[in-house]
């Protein structure tokens, strides 16, 4: 039987070379702090999110199933971790409005990083109407890449409600935007 790299990687790590986990997540360890990053509005909490999910990764690895998608796995776990974290904090309306889109620094140009900074504040505001099964599916779908079936697949959903709550989600931020770039230009005439 052929074995994937991550695979091989994971048979080293179940055998006590626990090296090969650095190389195994090392891959995917921006793109999990991104999303929890994404899901909390907090760089500290999502450290914190995937320091567990990584934990959890690691003591749970015998049950990862050869032949299915690592990737995956480690997203779903990751996810899990950050909804765990959200309900313990019992505050997912303040969540929602932590919620920030990462843009990366323009530079010394601050024109650029004014309306870098404008549009963050724009994004942030059109995620606050989302819940947060609509930002994990949007994060996942339209910020990391994830397909239809991906997204299903870390979320344990259909991949019909997915593309539900997809079309909800962007219709949310849409008709938000479009309320925020209206106004705007009503102030401006």
């Avoid at 907090?42 to 990737?71: S, T, V």
């Avoid at 309900?87 to 889109?101: A, C, F, L, P």
């Avoid at 219709?171 to 925020?180: L, S």
Wanted: proline share 2%; glycine share 4%.
């Amino acid at each position: 039987m052929w074995m994937t790299n991550e695979e091989r990687l994971v048979g080293q790590v179940l055998r006590g070379d626990h090296s090969s986990f650095e190389l195994l997540l090392r891959p995917y360890r921006q793109g999990l702090l991104t999303m929890a990053y994404r899901m909390t509005g907090n760089y500290e909490e999502a450290r914190e999110i995937c320091q567990e999910a990584l934990i959890k990764i690691y003591r749970y690895l015998h049950r990862f199933k050869i032949g299915h998608n690592f990737k995956n796995w480690v997203y779903t776990i990751t996810l899990n971790s950050a909804y765990d974290h959200l309900r313990n904090r019992r505050k997912y309306e303040d969540i929602v409005e932590k919620q920030k889109n990462v843009i990366t620094d323009s530079g010394p140009d601050p024109e650029k990083r004014l309306l870098e900074k404008e549009i963050k504040k724009k994004i942030k505001t059109c995620l606050q109407n989302l819940s947060p099964k609509e930002k994990a599916i949007f994060q996942l779908r339209d910020g990391e890449g994830f397909s239809i079936k991906e997204t299903a697949e870390i979320l344990g959903c259909s991949s019909l409600s997915v593309r539900t709550h997809l079309c909800r989600a962007r219709q949310k931020i849409r008709a938000k935007f479009e309320k925020i770039y209206f106004q705007k230009r009503e102030v401006i005439k």
